[in-house]
């Protein structure tokens, strides 16, 4: 989150950094890029138990296709 902030920090005069304004405004804004971007993890997670799932269904299905045989 703060990795940004850190790499363009070397760009600005270190007189703007000193204003608490800036800092407010630069935690507001990652605050705001974080907000929007715990929708993906959640996505993210149902996806992989699905893909667990069908994998573990998957292998439970050719077993019990085997004990058949």
Do not use: F
Request: charged share 20%; glycine share 8%; aromatic share 6%.
């Amino acid at each position: 989150m703060y990795l940004d902030l850190l790499t363009n920090l070397s760009l600005v005069d270190h007189s703007v950094w000193a204003s608490p304004d800036t800092w407010n405004s630069a935690m507001e804004l990652a605050a705001k890029k974080k907000r929007r971007s715990s929708g993906g993890l959640i996505i993210g997670g149902l996806c992989c138990l699905l893909v667990v799932a069908a994998i573990v269904g998957g292998i439970y299905l050719l077993m019990r296709r085997r004990k058949q045989q």
